[in-house]
């Protein structure tokens, strides 16, 4: 199995939203301006959605009224990307 740059950018971005989520959790945790919610919008609207997903499992698994809208937002664009990337990707699933 050959990977292509799509699959490079994929799995790069999504290792970036992970790291970015991790980021704003300890900011979140720690300070009380400091977060940085935009930059987690924007990797999950370009693809690192699978990534903040799974740091939000592992990390932040608490649900407050103030993290709730970002969840369902990033849960949202997951479901749009995997379309997407089914879509590009159908002859590994073409049985």
């Not at 799995?11 to 400091?34: K, R």
């Amino acid at each position: 199995m050959q990977l292509n740059y799509f699959d490079y950018y994929v799995i790069g971005i999504n290792v970036i939203g992970f790291l970015i989520f991790l980021v704003n959790h300890l900011l979140y945790t720690f300070t009380d301006e400091l977060q940085i919610d935009i930059v987690v919008t924007i990797v999950s609207i370009i693809g690192g959605s699978a990534g903040i997903i799974l740091a939000m499992l592992l990390f932040s698994r608490a649900a407050v009224k103030a993290n709730m809208m970002s969840r369902v937002f990033v849960a949202c664009v997951f479901v749009i990307q995997f379309v997407i990337f089914l879509i590009v990707n159908r002859e590994l699933f073409s049985w």
